[in-house]
Protein backbone atom coordinates (compact mmCIF):
# COMPACT_ATOMS: atom_id res chain seq x y z
CA UNK A 1 0.00 0.00 0.00
CA UNK A 2 2.80 2.07 1.29
CA UNK A 3 6.51 1.95 0.07
CA UNK A 4 9.46 3.90 0.73
CA UNK A 5 12.71 3.17 -1.42
CA UNK A 6 15.52 4.67 0.50
CA UNK A 7 13.59 8.06 0.97
CA UNK A 8 16.07 10.95 1.75
CA UNK A 9 14.34 14.97 2.14
CA UNK A 10 16.51 17.37 2.67
CA UNK A 11 14.68 21.03 3.30
CA UNK A 12 15.75 23.63 1.14
CA UNK A 13 16.34 26.18 3.70
CA UNK A 14 18.37 22.97 5.72
CA UNK A 15 21.87 21.19 5.56
CA UNK A 16 20.73 18.11 8.07
CA UNK A 17 18.39 15.55 6.25
CA UNK A 18 14.58 15.50 7.53
CA UNK A 19 14.53 11.88 6.43
CA UNK A 20 17.60 9.82 5.52
CA UNK A 21 17.60 6.86 3.59
CA UNK A 22 14.10 5.45 4.76
CA UNK A 23 13.00 2.44 3.15
CA UNK A 24 9.67 0.93 4.81
CA UNK A 25 6.65 -0.88 3.55
CA UNK A 26 3.48 -0.98 4.97
CA UNK A 27 1.08 -3.46 4.22
CA UNK A 28 -2.60 -2.83 2.94
CA UNK A 29 -5.04 -2.98 6.65
CA UNK A 30 -2.38 -2.57 8.85
CA UNK A 31 -2.08 0.05 12.16
CA UNK A 32 0.77 1.96 12.30
CA UNK A 33 1.96 4.10 14.72
CA UNK A 34 5.35 6.47 14.01
CA UNK A 35 6.91 7.41 17.27
CA UNK A 36 10.26 9.68 17.51
CA UNK A 37 10.97 12.94 19.15
CA UNK A 38 10.21 16.29 17.68
CA UNK A 39 11.84 17.30 14.48
CA UNK A 40 12.76 13.24 14.07
CA UNK A 41 10.81 13.06 10.68
CA UNK A 42 7.28 12.00 11.53
CA UNK A 43 5.74 14.72 10.20
CA UNK A 44 7.59 15.07 7.06
CA UNK A 45 7.30 11.06 6.48
CA UNK A 46 3.22 11.90 6.38
CA UNK A 47 3.58 14.93 3.96
CA UNK A 48 5.36 12.74 1.52
CA UNK A 49 2.98 10.08 0.94
CA UNK A 50 0.22 12.48 0.55
CA UNK A 51 2.57 14.19 -2.00
CA UNK A 52 2.10 17.94 -0.33
CA UNK A 53 6.54 17.44 -0.11
CA UNK A 54 8.76 15.91 -2.80
CA UNK A 55 11.68 13.63 -1.86
CA UNK A 56 15.12 14.54 -2.73
CA UNK A 57 15.96 11.17 -3.51
CA UNK A 58 14.41 7.61 -3.38
CA UNK A 59 11.01 6.68 -4.32
CA UNK A 60 7.38 6.93 -2.46
CA UNK A 61 4.75 4.57 -3.76
CA UNK A 62 1.58 4.62 -2.81
CA UNK A 63 -1.43 2.40 -4.11
CA UNK A 64 1.00 1.29 -6.58
CA UNK A 65 1.61 4.31 -8.48
CA UNK A 66 5.56 6.16 -7.64
CA UNK A 67 4.27 9.24 -6.69
CA UNK A 68 7.32 11.31 -8.58
CA UNK A 69 5.91 10.23 -12.30
CA UNK A 70 2.18 11.19 -11.24
CA UNK A 71 1.19 14.67 -13.58
CA UNK A 72 0.30 17.87 -11.31
CA UNK A 73 -3.50 17.06 -12.21
CA UNK A 74 -3.61 13.06 -10.90
CA UNK A 75 -2.47 14.53 -7.63
CA UNK A 76 -6.15 14.86 -6.39
CA UNK A 77 -7.08 11.42 -7.20
CA UNK A 78 -4.51 10.40 -4.78
CA UNK A 79 -5.67 12.75 -2.01
CA UNK A 80 -8.90 11.16 -2.86
CA UNK A 81 -8.02 7.71 -1.89
CA UNK A 82 -6.45 9.17 1.84
CA UNK A 83 -7.48 10.58 4.23
CA UNK A 84 -6.14 13.41 6.90
CA UNK A 85 -6.49 13.93 10.52
CA UNK A 86 -4.45 16.74 12.27
CA UNK A 87 -3.76 17.92 15.76
CA UNK A 88 -5.41 21.16 15.21
CA UNK A 89 -8.82 19.45 13.25
CA UNK A 90 -8.72 21.79 10.55
CA UNK A 91 -12.80 22.39 10.61
CA UNK A 92 -14.40 25.10 9.24
CA UNK A 93 -15.79 27.67 11.89
CA UNK A 94 -18.31 29.01 9.62
CA UNK A 95 -20.32 25.73 9.02
CA UNK A 96 -22.07 23.02 11.22
CA UNK A 97 -20.66 19.53 11.62
CA UNK A 98 -22.75 18.29 8.84
CA UNK A 99 -21.91 21.10 6.48
CA UNK A 100 -17.83 20.45 7.40
CA UNK A 101 -18.60 17.06 6.56
CA UNK A 102 -20.16 17.60 3.02
CA UNK A 103 -17.71 20.11 2.30
CA UNK A 104 -15.41 17.52 1.44
CA UNK A 105 -17.63 15.55 -1.30
CA UNK A 106 -18.81 19.05 -2.16
CA UNK A 107 -15.34 20.04 -3.61
CA UNK A 108 -15.14 16.69 -5.04
CA UNK A 109 -18.23 17.32 -6.80
CA UNK A 110 -20.45 14.53 -5.65
CA UNK A 111 -24.09 14.33 -6.30
CA UNK A 112 -26.16 16.05 -3.56
CA UNK A 113 -28.18 12.64 -3.46
CA UNK A 114 -24.77 10.58 -2.33
CA UNK A 115 -24.25 13.06 0.05
CA UNK A 116 -27.48 13.39 1.77
CA UNK A 117 -27.01 9.68 2.08
CA UNK A 118 -23.41 9.36 3.30
CA UNK A 119 -22.73 12.16 5.91
CA UNK A 120 -25.91 11.01 8.23
CA UNK A 121 -24.02 7.35 8.28
CA UNK A 122 -20.56 8.44 8.69
CA UNK A 123 -21.67 10.85 11.46
CA UNK A 124 -23.08 7.94 13.22
CA UNK A 125 -19.68 5.75 12.96
CA UNK A 126 -17.92 8.35 14.90
CA UNK A 127 -20.51 9.03 17.02
CA UNK A 128 -21.86 12.28 16.51
CA UNK A 129 -25.70 11.78 15.94
CA UNK A 130 -27.81 14.43 16.78
CA UNK A 131 -24.96 17.07 16.70
CA UNK A 132 -25.45 17.67 13.43
CA UNK A 133 -26.43 21.32 13.39
CA UNK A 134 -23.33 22.63 16.18
CA UNK A 135 -20.77 24.57 15.25
CA UNK A 136 -17.20 23.73 15.99
CA UNK A 137 -17.24 26.19 18.79
CA UNK A 138 -19.78 24.47 20.27
CA UNK A 139 -17.87 21.41 20.28
CA UNK A 140 -15.51 19.76 23.13
CA UNK A 141 -12.42 18.88 21.29
CA UNK A 142 -12.56 15.11 21.46
CA UNK A 143 -15.97 16.10 19.41
CA UNK A 144 -13.87 18.40 16.75
CA UNK A 145 -11.50 15.85 16.29
CA UNK A 146 -14.77 13.01 15.24
CA UNK A 147 -15.68 15.85 12.91
CA UNK A 148 -12.49 15.91 11.71
CA UNK A 149 -12.01 12.01 11.21
CA UNK A 150 -15.50 11.62 9.69
CA UNK A 151 -14.53 14.29 7.48
CA UNK A 152 -11.08 12.01 6.12
CA UNK A 153 -13.64 8.90 6.32
CA UNK A 154 -16.66 10.20 4.50
CA UNK A 155 -15.03 9.03 1.46
CA UNK A 156 -14.36 5.19 2.67
CA UNK A 157 -10.30 6.41 1.80
CA UNK A 158 -8.26 2.89 1.39
CA UNK A 159 -4.93 4.73 3.82
CA UNK A 160 -5.74 7.13 6.85
CA UNK A 161 -3.29 9.40 7.68
CA UNK A 162 -3.26 11.01 11.57
CA UNK A 163 -0.48 13.38 12.54
CA UNK A 164 -0.70 13.53 16.47
CA UNK A 165 -4.99 13.14 16.37
CA UNK A 166 -4.61 12.84 20.09
CA UNK A 167 -2.33 15.69 20.76
CA UNK A 168 -4.60 18.46 22.30
CA UNK A 169 -7.07 16.05 23.83
CA UNK A 170 -7.10 14.65 27.57
CA UNK A 171 -5.79 10.84 28.35
CA UNK A 172 -9.78 9.84 28.33
CA UNK A 173 -10.95 11.34 25.10
CA UNK A 174 -7.70 10.45 23.38
CA UNK A 175 -8.70 6.50 24.13
CA UNK A 176 -12.18 7.17 22.92
CA UNK A 177 -10.62 8.50 19.72
CA UNK A 178 -8.50 5.40 19.20
CA UNK A 179 -11.48 3.36 19.48
CA UNK A 180 -12.56 4.96 16.47
CA UNK A 181 -9.50 5.09 14.67
CA UNK A 182 -9.02 1.39 15.44
CA UNK A 183 -13.06 0.72 14.41
CA UNK A 184 -11.73 2.63 10.87
CA UNK A 185 -8.82 0.16 10.51
CA UNK A 186 -11.28 -2.90 11.05
CA UNK A 187 -13.17 -1.37 8.57
CA UNK A 188 -10.39 -2.20 5.99
CA UNK A 189 -8.67 1.26 6.06
CA UNK A 190 -4.73 1.13 6.49
CA UNK A 191 -4.07 3.72 8.82
CA UNK A 192 -0.33 5.79 10.00
CA UNK A 193 -0.91 6.92 12.79
CA UNK A 194 2.03 9.87 14.04
CA UNK A 195 2.33 10.46 17.76
CA UNK A 196 3.95 11.16 21.42
CA UNK A 197 1.40 9.43 23.54
CA UNK A 198 3.37 6.09 24.75
CA UNK A 199 0.27 4.97 26.97
CA UNK A 200 -1.51 4.57 23.45
CA UNK A 201 0.91 2.99 21.83
CA UNK A 202 1.69 0.19 24.57
CA UNK A 203 -2.04 -0.49 25.04
CA UNK A 204 -2.57 -0.98 21.40
CA UNK A 205 0.46 -2.58 20.49
CA UNK A 206 0.61 -2.52 17.06
CA UNK A 207 3.53 -2.10 14.17
CA UNK A 208 5.88 0.67 16.04
CA UNK A 209 7.98 2.45 13.44
CA UNK A 210 10.53 4.99 15.21
CA UNK A 211 12.08 7.47 13.41
CA UNK A 212 15.06 9.65 15.48
CA UNK A 213 16.88 12.61 13.40
CA UNK A 214 15.40 11.46 10.04
CA UNK A 215 16.81 7.84 10.56
CA UNK A 216 14.04 4.62 11.08
CA UNK A 217 15.87 3.48 13.94
CA UNK A 218 13.27 0.82 14.63
CA UNK A 219 10.50 -1.28 12.90
CA UNK A 220 8.47 -3.17 15.06
CA UNK A 221 5.48 -5.33 15.26
CA UNK A 222 3.32 -5.00 17.77
CA UNK A 223 5.51 -2.68 19.52
CA UNK A 224 5.43 -0.94 22.72
CA UNK A 225 6.55 3.34 22.69
CA UNK A 226 9.73 3.53 24.20
CA UNK A 227 12.50 1.23 23.50
CA UNK A 228 14.61 -0.08 26.20
CA UNK A 229 12.10 0.76 29.05
CA UNK B 1 -19.33 20.15 -10.73
CA UNK B 2 -22.15 21.29 -8.10
CA UNK B 3 -23.81 24.33 -9.82
CA UNK B 4 -25.40 25.34 -6.28
CA UNK B 5 -22.42 24.35 -4.32
CA UNK B 6 -19.97 27.04 -6.44
CA UNK B 7 -22.73 29.80 -7.20
CA UNK B 8 -22.73 30.08 -3.30
CA UNK B 9 -19.05 30.01 -2.16
CA UNK B 10 -18.76 32.64 -5.08
CA UNK B 11 -21.48 34.70 -3.65
CA UNK B 12 -20.17 34.70 -0.11
CA UNK B 13 -17.00 34.98 -1.32
CA UNK B 14 -18.25 38.66 -3.10
CA UNK B 15 -20.11 39.55 0.51
CA UNK B 16 -17.13 38.58 2.57
CA UNK B 17 -14.97 40.92 0.44
CA UNK B 18 -17.37 43.62 0.01
CA UNK B 19 -15.47 46.42 -0.16
CA UNK B 20 -12.71 44.97 -2.59
CA UNK B 21 -15.41 43.32 -4.96
CA UNK B 22 -17.08 47.69 -5.15
CA UNK B 23 -13.38 49.19 -5.74
CA UNK B 24 -13.07 45.99 -8.45
CA UNK B 25 -16.49 47.03 -9.79
CA UNK B 26 -16.01 50.54 -9.94
CA UNK B 27 -12.03 50.41 -10.95
CA UNK B 28 -13.22 48.07 -14.68
CA UNK B 29 -16.57 50.73 -15.05
CA UNK B 30 -14.19 53.63 -15.38
CA UNK B 31 -11.19 51.89 -17.21
CA UNK B 32 -13.45 49.91 -19.78
CA UNK B 33 -15.23 53.38 -20.19
CA UNK B 34 -12.52 55.14 -20.82
CA UNK B 35 -11.30 52.56 -23.21
CA UNK B 36 -15.20 52.54 -24.84
CA UNK B 37 -15.11 56.63 -25.30
CA UNK B 38 -11.48 56.58 -26.73
CA UNK B 39 -13.08 53.97 -29.02
CA UNK B 40 -16.24 56.14 -29.84
CA UNK B 41 -13.69 59.23 -30.69
CA UNK B 42 -11.99 57.42 -33.15
CA UNK B 43 -15.05 56.07 -34.69
CA UNK B 44 -16.55 59.63 -34.38
CA UNK B 45 -13.25 60.74 -36.16
CA UNK B 46 -14.12 58.14 -39.07
CA UNK B 47 -17.39 59.21 -39.85
CA UNK B 48 -15.97 62.44 -39.78
CA UNK B 49 -13.80 61.74 -42.10
CA UNK B 50 -15.47 60.19 -44.51
CA UNK B 51 -17.66 63.14 -44.17
CA UNK B 52 -16.00 65.45 -44.96
CA UNK B 53 -13.23 64.48 -47.62
CA UNK B 54 -16.37 63.54 -49.65
CA UNK B 55 -16.69 67.23 -49.99
CA UNK B 56 -13.59 69.09 -49.68
CA UNK B 57 -12.30 70.62 -53.12
CA UNK B 58 -8.76 72.25 -54.55
CA UNK B 59 -9.90 75.59 -55.20
CA UNK B 60 -7.35 77.25 -57.56
CA UNK B 61 -7.98 81.13 -56.99
CA UNK B 62 -7.08 83.18 -60.12
CA UNK B 63 -5.19 86.22 -60.65
CA UNK B 64 -7.45 89.98 -59.37
CA UNK B 65 -6.14 93.64 -60.84
CA UNK B 66 -3.33 94.41 -57.98
CA UNK B 67 -2.83 91.19 -56.81
CA UNK B 68 1.01 91.22 -55.17
CA UNK B 69 1.54 87.62 -55.75
CA UNK B 70 4.30 87.53 -58.13
CA UNK B 71 3.12 85.03 -60.41
CA UNK B 72 0.14 87.59 -61.24
CA UNK B 73 2.61 90.77 -61.61
CA UNK B 74 -0.03 93.36 -60.95
CA UNK B 75 -2.41 92.31 -63.42
CA UNK B 76 -5.63 90.11 -63.59
CA UNK B 77 -5.84 86.50 -65.20
CA UNK B 78 -6.23 86.74 -69.16
CA UNK B 79 -8.80 85.26 -71.32
CA UNK B 80 -6.39 83.24 -72.72
CA UNK B 81 -4.49 81.78 -69.24
CA UNK B 82 -7.85 81.01 -67.97
CA UNK B 83 -8.61 78.84 -70.71
CA UNK B 84 -5.44 76.99 -70.85
CA UNK B 85 -6.03 76.20 -67.17
CA UNK B 86 -9.01 74.97 -68.00
CA UNK B 87 -8.22 72.36 -70.34
CA UNK B 88 -4.98 71.20 -68.05
CA UNK B 89 -7.71 70.67 -66.03
CA UNK B 90 -9.74 68.82 -67.99
CA UNK B 91 -6.26 66.67 -69.28
CA UNK B 92 -5.76 65.46 -65.40
CA UNK B 93 -8.88 63.78 -65.76
CA UNK B 94 -9.83 61.04 -64.15
CA UNK B 95 -8.24 62.25 -61.32
CA UNK B 96 -9.91 65.57 -61.61
CA UNK B 97 -13.73 64.69 -61.01
CA UNK B 98 -15.49 67.68 -61.09
CA UNK B 99 -14.46 71.61 -62.47
CA UNK B 100 -16.73 73.80 -61.41
CA UNK B 101 -15.66 77.52 -62.60
CA UNK B 102 -16.60 80.51 -60.15
CA UNK B 103 -16.81 83.95 -61.29
CA UNK B 104 -15.92 86.79 -59.03
CA UNK B 105 -20.06 87.44 -58.88
CA UNK B 106 -20.72 84.31 -58.53
CA UNK B 107 -18.23 84.37 -55.27
CA UNK B 108 -20.00 87.09 -54.03
CA UNK B 109 -23.36 85.50 -54.28
CA UNK B 110 -21.75 82.68 -52.58
CA UNK B 111 -20.48 85.16 -49.76
CA UNK B 112 -23.65 87.03 -49.13
CA UNK B 113 -25.75 83.94 -48.66
CA UNK B 114 -22.83 82.52 -46.31
CA UNK B 115 -22.73 85.39 -44.39
CA UNK B 116 -26.26 86.90 -44.36
CA UNK B 117 -26.48 87.48 -40.95
CA UNK B 118 -23.34 88.66 -40.46
CA UNK B 119 -21.91 91.96 -41.02
CA UNK B 120 -19.42 90.82 -43.00
CA UNK B 121 -21.50 90.50 -45.66
CA UNK B 122 -21.76 94.60 -46.02
CA UNK B 123 -18.27 95.00 -45.30
CA UNK B 124 -16.96 93.14 -48.79
CA UNK B 125 -17.54 94.90 -52.41
CA UNK B 126 -18.64 93.31 -55.71
CA UNK B 127 -14.96 92.85 -56.90
CA UNK B 128 -13.21 91.54 -53.85
CA UNK B 129 -13.42 88.54 -54.39
CA UNK B 130 -10.99 86.75 -56.68
CA UNK B 131 -12.47 84.18 -59.50
CA UNK B 132 -11.62 80.59 -58.96
CA UNK B 133 -11.68 76.72 -60.37
CA UNK B 134 -12.90 74.49 -57.42
CA UNK B 135 -11.91 71.05 -58.33
CA UNK B 136 -12.77 67.80 -56.85
CA UNK B 137 -10.87 65.16 -56.65
CA UNK B 138 -11.67 61.51 -56.95
CA UNK B 139 -8.28 60.49 -54.64
CA UNK B 140 -8.46 63.52 -52.12
CA UNK B 141 -5.32 62.38 -50.93
CA UNK B 142 -3.61 63.25 -54.25
CA UNK B 143 -3.72 67.04 -53.92
CA UNK B 144 -0.05 67.01 -54.67
CA UNK B 145 -0.21 66.47 -57.85
CA UNK B 146 -2.84 69.73 -58.38
CA UNK B 147 -0.96 71.81 -56.73
CA UNK B 148 2.56 71.14 -58.46
CA UNK B 149 0.96 71.43 -61.62
CA UNK B 150 -0.97 74.92 -60.49
CA UNK B 151 1.01 76.62 -57.71
CA UNK B 152 3.05 79.56 -59.15
CA UNK B 153 1.73 79.52 -63.18
CA UNK B 154 0.83 83.11 -64.51
CA UNK B 155 -2.47 84.24 -64.35
CA UNK B 156 -3.07 81.59 -60.81
CA UNK B 157 -2.60 83.44 -57.31
CA UNK B 158 -2.97 81.05 -54.90
CA UNK B 159 -3.42 77.10 -54.43
CA UNK B 160 -5.51 76.06 -51.94
CA UNK B 161 -6.42 72.80 -50.23
CA UNK B 162 -9.56 72.64 -48.13
CA UNK B 163 -8.24 69.26 -47.04
CA UNK B 164 -5.01 70.64 -45.30
CA UNK B 165 -7.15 72.65 -43.28
CA UNK B 166 -9.31 69.73 -42.14
CA UNK B 167 -6.20 67.20 -41.26
CA UNK B 168 -4.53 69.87 -38.77
CA UNK B 169 -8.32 69.30 -36.81
CA UNK B 170 -8.14 65.75 -37.19
CA UNK B 171 -4.75 65.37 -36.18
CA UNK B 172 -5.89 67.25 -33.38
CA UNK B 173 -8.92 65.22 -32.51
CA UNK B 174 -6.32 61.87 -33.25
CA UNK B 175 -4.56 63.62 -30.19
CA UNK B 176 -6.92 63.66 -28.24
CA UNK B 177 -8.18 60.34 -29.06
CA UNK B 178 -4.66 58.86 -28.56
CA UNK B 179 -4.52 60.44 -25.11
CA UNK B 180 -7.50 58.90 -24.33
CA UNK B 181 -6.40 55.36 -25.21
CA UNK B 182 -3.35 56.23 -22.83
CA UNK B 183 -5.52 57.51 -20.12
CA UNK B 184 -7.63 54.19 -20.19
CA UNK B 185 -4.56 51.89 -20.82
CA UNK B 186 -2.85 52.76 -17.65
CA UNK B 187 -6.24 52.51 -16.06
CA UNK B 188 -6.87 48.85 -17.31
CA UNK B 189 -3.23 48.56 -15.77
CA UNK B 190 -4.87 50.05 -12.59
CA UNK B 191 -7.13 47.78 -12.91
CA UNK B 192 -5.25 44.47 -13.51
CA UNK B 193 -3.16 45.28 -10.44
CA UNK B 194 -5.92 45.69 -8.36
CA UNK B 195 -7.56 42.51 -9.17
CA UNK B 196 -4.12 40.33 -8.91
CA UNK B 197 -4.24 42.19 -5.42
CA UNK B 198 -8.01 41.30 -4.24
CA UNK B 199 -7.10 37.74 -5.77
CA UNK B 200 -3.92 37.67 -3.50
CA UNK B 201 -6.21 38.70 -0.81
CA UNK B 202 -9.13 36.24 -1.01
CA UNK B 203 -6.38 33.71 -1.75
CA UNK B 204 -5.03 34.16 1.84
CA UNK B 205 -8.24 34.80 3.79
CA UNK B 206 -9.92 31.53 2.90
CA UNK B 207 -6.44 29.54 2.91
CA UNK B 208 -8.31 27.39 5.23
CA UNK B 209 -10.97 26.10 2.66
CA UNK B 210 -8.34 26.12 0.47
CA UNK B 211 -5.85 24.01 2.80
CA UNK B 212 -8.89 21.74 3.39
CA UNK B 213 -9.98 21.35 -0.05
CA UNK B 214 -5.97 20.56 -1.25
CA UNK B 215 -6.17 17.63 1.38
CA UNK B 216 -9.54 15.71 0.63
CA UNK B 217 -8.74 16.07 -3.37
CA UNK B 218 -10.53 18.68 -4.84
CA UNK B 219 -8.99 19.59 -8.50
CA UNK B 220 -6.95 22.29 -9.00
CA UNK B 221 -10.06 23.67 -11.42
CA UNK B 222 -12.47 23.48 -8.39
CA UNK B 223 -10.56 25.15 -6.10
CA UNK B 224 -9.92 28.40 -8.18
CA UNK B 225 -13.41 28.04 -9.81
CA UNK B 226 -15.18 30.57 -7.02
CA UNK B 227 -12.18 32.88 -7.39
CA UNK B 228 -12.50 33.09 -10.90
CA UNK B 229 -15.93 33.68 -11.23
CA UNK B 230 -15.98 36.40 -8.66
CA UNK B 231 -13.31 38.58 -10.82
CA UNK B 232 -15.16 37.33 -13.87
CA UNK B 233 -18.65 38.90 -12.07
CA UNK B 234 -17.09 41.98 -10.71
CA UNK B 235 -15.68 42.45 -13.80
CA UNK B 236 -18.65 41.86 -15.92
CA UNK B 237 -21.01 44.12 -13.58
CA UNK B 238 -18.37 46.89 -13.64
CA UNK B 239 -17.91 46.08 -17.93
CA UNK B 240 -22.12 46.22 -18.13
CA UNK B 241 -22.10 50.06 -16.28
CA UNK B 242 -19.27 51.01 -18.51
CA UNK B 243 -21.65 49.95 -21.51
CA UNK B 244 -24.32 51.86 -20.21
CA UNK B 245 -22.47 54.67 -19.76
CA UNK B 246 -21.62 54.46 -23.34
CA UNK B 247 -24.94 53.90 -24.57
CA UNK B 248 -25.98 57.40 -22.11
CA UNK B 249 -23.00 59.36 -24.17
CA UNK B 250 -24.31 58.48 -27.74
CA UNK B 251 -28.38 58.92 -26.40
CA UNK B 252 -27.33 62.29 -24.63
CA UNK B 253 -24.31 63.98 -25.40
CA UNK B 254 -24.30 63.04 -28.84
CA UNK B 255 -27.61 63.19 -30.27
CA UNK B 256 -29.48 65.58 -27.66
CA UNK B 257 -26.48 68.14 -27.00
CA UNK B 258 -23.58 67.93 -29.88
CA UNK B 259 -25.27 67.04 -32.83
CA UNK B 260 -28.32 69.85 -32.70
CA UNK B 261 -25.70 71.98 -32.30
CA UNK B 262 -22.93 71.13 -35.33
CA UNK B 263 -25.12 70.28 -38.05
CA UNK B 264 -22.69 70.86 -40.28
CA UNK B 265 -20.67 67.45 -39.61
CA UNK B 266 -22.07 63.70 -38.85
CA UNK B 267 -21.65 61.84 -35.51
CA UNK B 268 -20.94 58.35 -34.75
CA UNK B 269 -23.99 56.41 -35.39
CA UNK B 270 -25.82 53.64 -32.77
CA UNK B 271 -23.57 50.93 -35.20
CA UNK B 272 -20.03 52.17 -33.56
CA UNK B 273 -21.42 51.50 -29.97
CA UNK B 274 -23.03 48.36 -31.01
CA UNK B 275 -19.51 47.48 -32.18
CA UNK B 276 -17.70 48.91 -29.10
CA UNK B 277 -19.95 46.89 -26.30
CA UNK B 278 -18.91 43.75 -26.70
CA UNK B 279 -15.79 44.47 -27.23
CA UNK B 280 -15.44 46.19 -23.80
CA UNK B 281 -17.30 43.21 -22.45
CA UNK B 282 -14.84 40.92 -23.83
CA UNK B 283 -12.00 43.18 -22.73
CA UNK B 284 -13.07 43.25 -18.96
CA UNK B 285 -13.24 39.70 -18.67
CA UNK B 286 -10.75 38.71 -20.35
CA UNK B 287 -8.39 40.95 -18.16
CA UNK B 288 -9.89 40.15 -15.06
CA UNK B 289 -9.99 36.28 -15.70
CA UNK B 290 -6.70 36.25 -16.74
CA UNK B 291 -4.81 38.42 -14.10
CA UNK B 292 -7.38 36.11 -11.81
CA UNK B 293 -6.05 33.32 -13.28
CA UNK B 294 -2.19 33.91 -12.86
CA UNK B 295 -2.34 35.25 -9.35
CA UNK B 296 -3.78 31.99 -8.57
CA UNK B 297 -1.59 29.96 -10.19
CA UNK B 298 0.88 31.15 -7.87
CA UNK B 299 -0.98 31.65 -4.63
CA UNK B 300 -3.14 28.65 -4.66
CA UNK B 301 -0.60 25.72 -5.78
CA UNK B 302 -1.36 21.53 -5.52
N1 LIG C 1 8.68 23.15 5.58
C1 LIG C 1 9.88 22.96 6.15
N2 LIG C 1 10.94 23.68 5.76
C2 LIG C 1 12.15 23.49 6.32
N3 LIG C 1 12.39 22.60 7.28
C3 LIG C 1 11.38 21.84 7.71
C4 LIG C 1 10.07 21.99 7.19
N4 LIG C 1 9.26 21.11 7.82
C5 LIG C 1 10.03 20.45 8.69
N5 LIG C 1 11.30 20.89 8.65
C6 LIG C 1 12.42 20.37 9.43
O1 LIG C 1 12.54 18.99 9.18
C7 LIG C 1 12.79 18.27 10.38
C8 LIG C 1 11.71 17.25 10.62
O2 LIG C 1 10.48 17.93 10.84
P1 LIG C 1 9.09 17.20 11.04
O3 LIG C 1 8.04 18.21 11.08
O4 LIG C 1 8.97 16.12 10.04
O5 LIG C 1 9.30 16.56 12.48
P2 LIG C 1 8.24 15.81 13.41
O6 LIG C 1 8.83 14.50 13.71
O7 LIG C 1 6.90 15.85 12.81
O8 LIG C 1 8.25 16.71 14.72
P3 LIG C 1 7.07 16.94 15.78
O9 LIG C 1 7.00 15.70 16.61
O10 LIG C 1 7.56 18.12 16.59
O11 LIG C 1 5.85 17.22 15.01
C9 LIG C 1 12.88 19.31 11.46
O12 LIG C 1 14.26 19.56 11.69
C10 LIG C 1 12.19 20.52 10.91
O13 LIG C 1 12.79 21.69 11.40
MG1 LIG D 1 5.06 16.74 13.31
Known amino acids: MILFDRVSKIYASQNRPALDAVSLEIEKGEFIFLVGPSGSGKSTFLRLVLREERPTSGQVWVAGKELSKLSNWKIPGLRRQIGTVFQDFRLLPNKTVAENVAFALEVIGKPKSHIKRVVPEVLEVVGLEGKELRRPDELSGGEQQRVAIARAFVNRPMILIADEPTGNLDPGTSADIMKLLDRINQLGTTVVMSTHDSNIVDQMRRRVIELDGGHLVRDQSRGVYGYAQ | ?302
Open chain 2, 1 to 302: MRATFVASEVSSGLRRNLTMTLAVIITVAVSLGLFGASMLVRAQVTTMKDFWYDKVEVSIFLCSKGSDTPSCSGEAVTQAQRDQIKSDLESLRPLVQEIFYESKADAYARFQEQFKNSPIADNVSQGALPESFRVKLSDPTSYEVVASAFAGRPGIEQVNDQRQILDKFFRLLGGLQLIALLIALSMLVVTVLLIVNTMRVAAFSRRRETGIMRLVGASNFYIQLPFLLEAAFSAGVGAVLAIFGLIVTKAVVIDQILAPSFQFTSFVGWDAVFAIAPLMFVVGILLAGLSAFFTLRKYLRV
